[in-house]
């Protein structure tokens, strides 16, 4: 959930760099937990895949899923599903409990892509 946050909140701009830094971190430490050091090197670059291939040319948000594969189970679809939905009916109430005249644009993009990736992301979670 964290680099979907990640790559939402550095697209809409909607928090600053210092935020998006300590969410980083948060992620990466949460991903050191569930899939250990090779986790994490795997996401860098540093590690081979499962399937023996060298992944360190791609961005680092191609490399989210390999470095998630062997730690991945039902309940991360859950989780994700859950999170993904908060953030997207969050963005939405903040934009409509907003005192701006001009209420800012990135929070209903947010919103939108929240609530639709969880949609989604339901969708695998009860197959």
């Known amino acids: 959930m964290g680099f979907v946050l990640i790559f939402l909140f550095a697209q809409t701009r909607?928090?600053?760099?210092p935020v998006l830094v300590v969410i980083g971190i948060a992620t990466i430490a949460a991903l050191f937990a569930a899939g250990g050091r090779t986790a994490?090197?795997?996401?860098?670059?540093?590690?081979e895949t499962t399937t023996g291939e060298?992944?360190?040319?791609?961005?680092?948000?191609?490399?989210?899923?390999?470095?998630?594969?062997?730690?991945?189970?039902?309940?991360?679809?859950l989780v994700l599903t859950v999170c993904l939905g908060a953030v997207g009916i969050g963005s939405l109430a903040l934009l409509v409990t907003s005192s701006s005249d001009e209420p800012p644009l990135g929070l209903l993009i947010t919103g939108f892509l929240g609530i639709n990736g969880a949609l989604i992301s339901l969708a695998f979670a009860l197959k």
């Open 40 to 47: 994490v090197l795997r996401l860098i670059g540093r590690a």
């Open 54 to 77: 060298k992944r360190g040319a791609e961005s680092w948000l191609t490399r989210v899923e390999p470095a998630l594969e062997d730690s991945w189970n039902s309940w991360s679809d």
């Open 14 to 17: 909607l928090v600053s760099l």
